[in-house]
């Protein structure tokens, strides 16, 4: 089983500033992976980032990085450049590999505020 | 946006009656998962498709049931509906395999009163 923790409800950031946002989970689990999902007001889930848990470099995609502290079970996004399009709500989720895989379990959000 | 589609968008039943949620899931993905997101809460995993049988399923009572088509669309039901049931319902379709990424419907907002 797995458990996902967010305890930032809400962050805000200035346009072009970078924030980060914090994520840790725990798992008995040796596979699994670590997610950060977006949700816009229009409720679709969108997926922003992804990292294996055996992949030991940190992942990025564009503006958006992960800094993956495995013994320590953190996994915090980092937001660079923060452009408007970027405030909604930032899931973390995780899941464990084999059978288990896209069974998602997600922390409680954290509302992100953009301000120009 | 992305390939999968939920019908209705929106709806609104009474405590007790039953609901029928559709999910059409993206070209190419033979698995199909639900998941139940309170207001102002995380998404927390109802049940798993695969294949058109039941693959893993979520601290939920058996009112809520699904089911899996031959053409990998799903159904969510929940019967006898409670107060608590009210919430946005959102269906993810994925390949198999390691690696493979959910992609997300736009939900089906519930109102039960």
């Known amino acids: 089983a797995q458990t996902v923790t967010q305890s930032q409800p809400e962050m805000s950031v200035q346009e072009a500033e970078t924030v980060t946002l914090s994520c840790t989970y725990d798992?008995?689990?040796?596979?699994?992976?670590l997610f950060w999902y977006k949700q816009p007001p229009s409720r679709q889930m969108i997926l922003v980032i992804r990292?294996?848990?055996?992949?030991?470099q940190n992942a990025t995609e564009n503006r958006f990085s992960v800094n993956f502290q495995k013994a320590a079970k953190s996994f915090s996004l980092k937001i660079s450049d923060s452009q408007l399009g970027d405030a909604a709500m930032y899931f973390c989720a995780g899941n464990a590999g084999g059978t288990s895989y896209g069974k998602l379990t997600f922390g409680q959000g954290t509302i992100l505020t953009v301000h120009p | 946006e992305t390939g999968v589609t939920q019908s209705p968008t929106h709806l609104i039943k009474t405590r007790g009656q039953q609901v029928t949620l559709r999910c059409s899931s993206q070209?190419?993905?033979?698995?199909v998962s639900w998941y139940q997101q309170a207001l102002g809460q995380g998404p927390q995993f109802i049940f798993q498709y695969y294949r058109e049988e039941e693959n893993g399923r979520g601290n939920f009572p058996p009112r809520f049931s699904g089911l899996q088509f031959p053409n990998y669309s799903s159904e969510l039901n929940v019967n006898a509906l409670e107060l608590d049931d009210s919430a946005l319902y959102l269906c993810a379709s994925s390949r198999t395999g390691r690696a493979t990424e959910a992609f997300f419907g736009q939900g089906t907002r519930l109102t039960v009163v």
């Open positions: 990292q294996e848990a055996y992949k030991q």
């Open positions: 798992t008995s689990e040796s596979d699994y992976y």
């Open positions: 070209s190419g993905h033979n698995t």
